[in-house]
T-cell receptor, first 116, second 113 residues
Framework: DVKVTQSSRYLVKRTGEKVFLECVQDMDHENMFWYRQDPGLGLRLIYFSYDVKMKEKGDIPEGYSVSREKKERFSLILESASTNQTSMYLC???????????????FGPGTRLTVL | DQQVKQNSPSLSVQEGRISILNCDYTNSMFDYFLWYKKYPAEGPTFLISISSIKDKNEDGRFTVFLNKSAKHLSLHIVPSQPGDSAVYFCAASARGRDDKIIFGKGTRLHILP
């Protein structure tokens, strides 16, 4: 059973704080993704990584950075949190080449971040 | 520029009836389409997918139809059940190394008793 876990379900931070969101998957997947979900905007891709130490910008990378030091772990970093980064953050993973096969992208449970 | 569009933010359907969720896309390079279901405070879960070489895929109560010429796909749920109340995301991907999936904004489905 594929497991994608996220370090926190709920997080409250203050404006200007540095925030780390951790994601771990146990299926040896190469590709990992960070999305945010906002009402009326759906799921928007922030960053993704297709290998250790590799990263690519998604659609809304501004204000975020990522780290992929180990295959199973993909971290999202908010260098200086702002109120417009209050959102639900979702991590996902998938193995390379399997997107058109029987596997699909697996999501973590999400982290609801509130920035005050 | 939204490549995957779900034009109905919400939909209400009577229990037992058919629910039809629609999705349009603009990128002709998309060759794989997925539907995800999401409950509040949970991550999305995969529901059903379809490759561009097919025009229909069925899994139990769920059927996805793809009309490539119209760049349109739809998800049919029949019969609709209370547990189907959720947000449904349409998603698409194009051939390429990054396996990026583009999501629509979602449609909230309410199943009425």
């Amino acid at each position: 059973d594929v497991k994608v876990t996220q370090s926190s379900r709920y997080l409250v931070k203050r404006t200007g704080e540095k925030v780390f969101l951790e994601c771990v998957q146990d299926m040896d997947h190469e590709n990992m993704f960070w999305y945010r979900q906002d009402p009326g905007l759906g799921l928007r891709l922030i960053y993704f990584s297709y290998d250790v130490k590799m990263k690519e910008k998604g659609d809304i990378p501004e204000g975020y950075s990522v780290s992929r030091e180990k295959k199973e772990r993909f971290s999202l970093i908010l260098e200086s949190a702002s109120t417009n980064q209050t959102s639900m953050y979702l991590c996902a993973s998938i193995s390379t080449g399997s997107i058109r096969g029987t596997d699909t992208q697996y999501f973590g449970p999400g982290t609801r971040l509130t920035v005050l | 520029d939204q490549q995957v569009k779900q034009n109905s933010p919400s939909l209400s359907v009577q229990e037992g009836r058919i629910s039809i969720l629609n999705c349009d896309y603009t990128n002709s390079m998309f060759d794989y389409f997925l539907w995800y279901k999401k409950y509040p405070a949970e991550g999305p879960t995969f529901l059903i997918s379809i490759s561009s070489i097919k025009d229909k895929n069925e899994d139990g109560r769920f059927t996805v139809f793809l009309n490539k010429s119209a760049k349109h796909l739809s998800l049919h749920i029949v019969p609709s059940q209370p547990g189907d109340s959720a947000v449904y995301f349409c998603a698409a991907s194009a051939r390429g190394r990054d396996d990026k999936i583009i999501f629509g904004k979602g449609t909230r489905l309410h199943i009425l008793p």
